[in-house]
Structures are given as C-alpha cells and as structure tokens.
T-cell receptor
Framework: DAKTTQPNSMESNEEEPVHLPCNHS???????IHWYRQLPSQGPEYVIH???SNVNNRMASLAIAEDRKSSTLILHRATLRDAAVYYC??????????????FGKGTKLTVNP | EPEVTQTPSHQVTQMGQEVILRCVPI?????FYWYRQILGQKVEFLVS????????KSEIFDDQFSVERPDGSNFTLKIRSTKLEDSAMYFC?????????????FGPGTRLTVL
C-alpha cells in the first residue's frame, strides 16, 4: 500500500482557511487521492477525492501537485464542526490493488473560536 | 440522506463470550466492510465482503471472527470467544461499487468492551 505522510496536528481559527498537507512521494500513476475525516466519537466520513486535477465540492477543495507527490486539502472557512482527524488515503485503480482503506494517523485539526 | 446504521451502540461482554455486532448498510450498496479502532489508535481494516463472500481479510481477522449477510439488509460481525484485546470501536462501512472513485460510507460504530 502506498504510504502517505501528514503532520500530526494543526490548529486554525474559526472562519479562517485551513490548508492540510499530505505527502505521497511513492504514489503510482493510477492511485486516486482520497480524504476522509473522523469527527470526535464518530465513524470516518468521506471528504473529497481526486486523481490529477484540483477538485472542489461543498465541503472542501483538493489541490494536487503537478507531480502528484503531494496534495493539500483546503477548508475555505473553518468552523468548530470541522475539528476532526483528517486522513489522506491512496486508493489504486480497479484491478491494481485492494479496495480497503488504509488509515494512517492523520492530522488532528483543532479549530479555535 | 441514506446512512449506515449499527447496533448496539455499546456492548459490554465477559471475556470468552460470543458477541454479534450488527450493521444495516445502505440499501443499494454492494460492498461491505468492517474496521476497528482501538482507543487512541488508527482505524484498522478487518474484512471486506461482496457477493456473499469475503473478498479480503486482514491478519487481525482470524478464526475467531466471522461475517455474515443473513438477509437482504443486515451485515453482521461475530466474535466467537472475545479477548480483552478485542475491546475497540467497530465500524461497518458500505459502498455501491468497487473502484478508486467510490466512497465508503461508515456507520457510527459499536463500542465493544470486554471485561
């Protein structure tokens, strides 16, 4: 399983943007980059995913480096509800590997009021 | 919005007892999973299930564990003889299709406490 590296923790103030980095220098050309988050005492929750191009959805934006060796999850205006552990996970294309999610330690985001 | 549900929310059992954790995946989903998270540790994959059979299992998923889809809606995880180290949050997940663009939807979890 391709490995990702994330900072253990980050802190932000409410209503400010947050940029959560992820390094995946051994990513293969067919790996998709997924982000999940886990709010306190809850199950993981999908946030966003991408392959090569930057992606936006109602929750966040995903910026993918041109060489795909890193990506950044962007929360445009952090709220207290965004306080969670954020996981960057690589998922291979069909036939290229397992369908399971391999969670690392993730980045614990603290949002200050 | 459809969601994955799990029961019970908290299960307390004595070491050596059998427990069954229940999940109701989202109705049109085809792939089902169990993960666990020991307190303070990472979320770990246990098993995936498709077309009424296990498609992959981890080293954690030994002979003490089994999964079943007894009807069209429930998906269960059985631990035959619980150990203290089985104490953890157990999460069920489902997704509609297998593939790298597919989202896994997680339930709220069952906290298993083995005494």
């Amino acid at each position: 399983d391709a490995k990702t590296t994330q900072p253990n923790s980050m802190e932000s103030n409410e209503e400010e943007p947050v940029h959560l980095p992820c390094n995946h220098s051994t990513i293969s050309g067919t790996d998709y980059i997924h982000w999940y988050r886990q709010l306190p005492s809850q199950g993981p929750e999908y946030v966003i995913h991408g392959l090569t191009s930057n992606v936006n959805n109602r929750m966040a934006s995903l910026a993918i480096a041109e060489d795909r060796k890193s990506s950044t999850l962007i929360l445009h205006r952090a709220t207290l509800r965004d306080a969670a552990v954020y996981y960057c996970i690589l998922i291979p294309q069909r036939g290229g590997g397992s369908e399971k999610l391999v969670f690392g330690k993730g980045t614990k985001l603290t949002v200050n009021p | 919005e459809p969601e994955v549900t799990q029961t019970p929310s908290h299960q307390v059992t004595q070491m050596g007892q059998e427990v069954i954790l229940r999940c109701v995946p989202i109705s049109n989903h085809l792939y089902f999973y169990w993960y666990r998270q020991i307190l303070g540790q990472k979320v770990e994959f246990l098993v995936s299930f498709y077309n009424n059979e296990i498609s992959e299992k981890s080293e954690i998923f030994d002979d003490q564990f089994s999964v079943e889809r007894p009807d069209g809606s429930n998906f269960t995880l059985k631990i035959r003889s619980t150990k203290l180290e089985d104490s953890a949050m157990y999460f069920c997940a489902s997704n509609p299709l297998r593939g790298p663009t597919d989202t896994q939807y997680f339930g709220p979890g069952t906290r298993l406490t083995v005494l």
